[in-house]
C-alpha cells in the first residue's frame, strides 16, 4: 500500500480512530483491513439490533396497553415509572412539540430511548403492575425457567452495549464473546416472534463475516490499492 494513500486516509478518519486496530503495530494494510472488518460487523449487526430494538419496544407497549387499557400508559398514575423515567418521557414529548406535531401515544413510543425500555425491567418494576407479568406479557416464547429479573435486566443491557458501539460506529472485533452477544439479539427477537425470529436469522450475515476475518479485507485493498 502507498504510504501517500495511507496518510490520506488516515488523515480523514483521524489518526486516533485507526490507532485502535493497530496496537500491535501489523502495518498499515493490516490497520484498515481490520477497520474496514470492524465496518462491516457493525453493519452486519444494524439488522438484527434494529428488529431487537423495535420489536421490545412494540411488544412491551402492547403488553402496557391492555395491562392499562390506554396506550398513554405513561401517564398513567398507577404505573408508577421512576423519576428518571418519567424525565424521559417528557422528554420526548417536548421533543415532538417542537417539530410542530401534536403529542401522541405513538410518537411517544417511537420517541423514547432503547435504554427507557430496558429501564422498565429494574427491581423498581418488581412493585408495580409491570412485573412479573411482563415476562409472559412481552416475551410470549421465553420458557417459564428463564423467568428472571435480573438475568433479563442483563441480557437487555449487554445488547444495549453492544447497540451503542454498532451505532456509534466504535471497535467491536476485539470482544471475545461478540458471538454470544450476536446470539443473544437472536434470542431475545425470538422470544417475541418466532416469525420475526426466522426472517432475521434469513437476512443474517454476520457469522460469515465474522469468520472471514479481515483477510478479504486486505485482499480488497491489495487489488486496488497496491
Known amino acids: 500500500m502507498q504510504a501517500q494513500f495511507y496518510t490520506s486516509i488516515q488523515s ?5 480512530r485507526l490507532s485502535a486496530y493497530g496496537a ?3 502495518g498499515p494494510e493490516v490497520v484498515l483491513a481490520r477497520y474496514l472488518w470492524n465496518m462491516a460487523l457493525c453493519e452486519s449487526l444494524y439488522s438484527p ?8 419496544r412494540n411488544s412491551i407497549h402492547l403488553y402496557l396497553t391492555r395491562l392499562f387499557g390506554r396506550e398513554d400508559w405513561f401517564d398513567d398514575p398507577g404505573f408508577l415509572l421512576t423519576p428518571w423515567a418519567m424525565d424521559e418521557v417528557q422528554k420526548a414529548k417536548d421533543k415532538i412539540s417542537r417539530t410542530g406535531k401534536s403529542v401522541n401515544a405513538g410518537r411517544v413510543v417511537s420517541e423514547l430511548q432503547f435504554g427507557f425500555w430496558t429501564s422498565l425491567f429494574e427491581y423498581h418494576y418488581e412493585r408495580t403492575p409491570f412485573l412479573p407479568g411482563a415476562f409472559k406479557g412481552v416475551f410470549p416464547r ?6 428472571r429479573r435480573k438475568d433479563r435486566k442483563n441480557d437487555l443491557e449487554l445488547i444495549r452495549g453492544l447497540r451503542n458501539r454498532v ?20 434470542s ?24 472471514a476475518g479481515h483477510a478479504s479485507w486486505k485482499q480488497k485493498l491489495a487489488q486496488h490499492w497496491p
Request: with cysteine; hydrophobic share 40%.
Open 12 to 16: 480523514s478518519l483521524s489518526t486516533e
Open 142 to 147: 421465553l420458557p417459564k425457567s428463564l423467568h
Open 49 to 56: 439490533l434494529q428488529l431487537c430494538e423495535v420489536a421490545l
Open 188 to 211: 431475545v427477537i425470538s422470544w417475541i416472534s418466532p416469525d420475526l425470529y426466522h426472517m432475521a436469522t434469513v437476512l443474517d450475515r454476520y457469522t460469515a463475516i465474522r469468520q
Open 24 to 26: 500491535d503495530c501489523p
Open 167 to 186: 451505532f456509534h460506529h466504535e471497535r467491536i472485533l476485539h470482544w471475545r464473546d461478540l458471538d454470544q452477544k450476536h446470539a443473544l439479539v437472536l
